[in-house]
């Protein structure tokens, strides 16, 4: 049973940063994308960033390209969103989620989209405040 545990949310100036952490277990990063999603009082879930499985391609939301980047570490089983120029409008609780199926491209390489209805064993979240 896939099961996620997040971690390193907190609270953070505007402009600050933040390493969010999601240790998957009951299955191999090798064979799931990984999303990390998000979710503000008020508003629907929205995709943040994605990482594919056997490629590691990235995919990102408009509004944190060049600001957050997600990375994995395989033998730890943990994917990371680092979080940089935090901006208050990030204020959400972010969770990870596998993939439900493998996406692969007309080249052959695996990837995923940041759609909430791809992915699904969701993790229970952990909060980032950005407020000065």
């Known amino acids: 049973q896939a099961q996620f545990v997040e971690s390193g949310g907190g609270l953070v100036q505007p402009g600050g940063s933040l390493r969010l952490s999601c240790a998957a277990s009951g299955f191999s990063l090798d064979y799931y994308a990984i999303g990390w999603f998000r979710q503000a009082p008020g508003k629907e879930r929205e995709g943040v960033s994605c990482?594919?499985?056997?490629?590691?391609?990235?995919a990102y939301a408009d509004s944190v390209k060049g600001r957050f980047t997600i990375s994995r570490d395989k033998d730890k089983n943990t994917v990371f969103l680092q979080m940089d120029s935090l901006e208050p409008e990030d204020t959400a609780v972010y969770s990870c989620?596998?993939?439900?199926?493998?996406?692969?491209?007309?080249?052959?390489?695996?990837?995923?989209?940041?759609?909430?209805?791809?992915?699904?064993?969701w993790g229970q979240g952990t909060q980032v405040t950005v407020s000065s």
């Open positions: 990482i594919s499985s056997v490629d590691g391609e990235t």
């Open positions: 989620a596998r993939q439900r199926f493998v996406r692969v491209t007309p080249t052959g390489k695996t990837t995923c989209v940041l759609s909430p209805s791809d992915f699904g064993s």
